[in-house]
């Protein structure tokens, strides 16, 4: 489906860092069948905590809602390149206690709203066929669902692509790096990112632009700037 702004903030509001340990306690309340709902998984405690782990706040997406200082909502994706666009997987969970009351809707409203303001092209989501819910919820929001044996999926276009075919690699090192290079090449940038920042911080704007001007370039996220902070 092609995105339109909604007003669909209320209730939800980014989660940082120092609520790592909310998100966790959260994400192990969740039953067995809610476990499988989110993860598309029978995930233990120990997996749960390793994607708790995994989880970059500086660059993911990631929103609450809370009563207190409890989570009760938690929509999450993680950036990744998609045929040279930046996209992500957005994944959703709510409290069982929480329920029948909106804040799935409202948060994934939320996440796909702040989502867009970031550039990113395209949103997926992934999820269990049976999932009468999200699979309502994806149609309430006029997106197509397309179902693939046990799963279902659907894709939100939120921003046009900027025709640019940056790559993605690891380097020897195990340093990301984002690259272009330009045929008909005037120059080579380097771009690199700020104490928090990330090589994905240049995509919407500064690569396009720099490309579209006849540059090749090189956009690395530094050491100890990476999802796992090593």
């Not at 702004?5 to 940082?16: L, W």
């Not at 409202?106 to 970031?118: G, H, K, N, Q, S």
């Not at 989501?125 to 659907?154: C, K, Q, Y």
């Amino acid at each position: 489906m092609s995105w339109s702004k909604h007003n669909a903030t209320e209730h939800a509001s980014p989660v940082d860092e120092s609520r790592r340990g909310a998100v966790l306690e959260h994400l192990l309340r969740l039953s067995a069948d809610d476990r499988l709902n989110r993860f598309l998984s029978l995930a233990d405690d120990s997996q749960v905590s390793n994607y708790v782990r995994g989880i970059c706040f500086a660059h993911d997406i990631v929103l609450g809602a809370g009563w207190d200082a409890r989570i009760v909502g938690l929509p999450h994706g993680a950036l990744f390149m998609d045929r040279g666009d930046m996209a992500t997987e957005i994944g959703i969970s709510v409290d069982e206690d929480a329920r029948r009351c909106g804040i799935g809707k409202r948060l994934l409203l939320a996440a796909l709203e702040l989502t867009r303001r970031l550039g990113v092209v395209r949103a997926h989501a992934i999820f269990r066929a049976d999932n009468v819910a999200v699979v309502r919820m994806a149609r309430d929001l006029g997106a197509r669902v397309e179902r693939n044996g046990s799963e279902s999926s659907t894709v939100f276009q939120l921003n046009p692509s900027a025709g640019v075919p940056l790559m993605h690699r690891t380097t020897q090192w195990g340093t990301d790096m984002l690259h272009v290079t330009h045929a008909r090449e005037r120059g080579r940038a380097l771009l690199v990112h700020g104490a928090g920042g990330h090589g994905m911080q240049w995509v919407p704007r500064l690569i396009p632009m720099l490309y579209h001007a006849g540059y090749s370039v090189c956009a690395p996220t530094l050491p100890g700037h990476g999802r796992r902070g090593d």
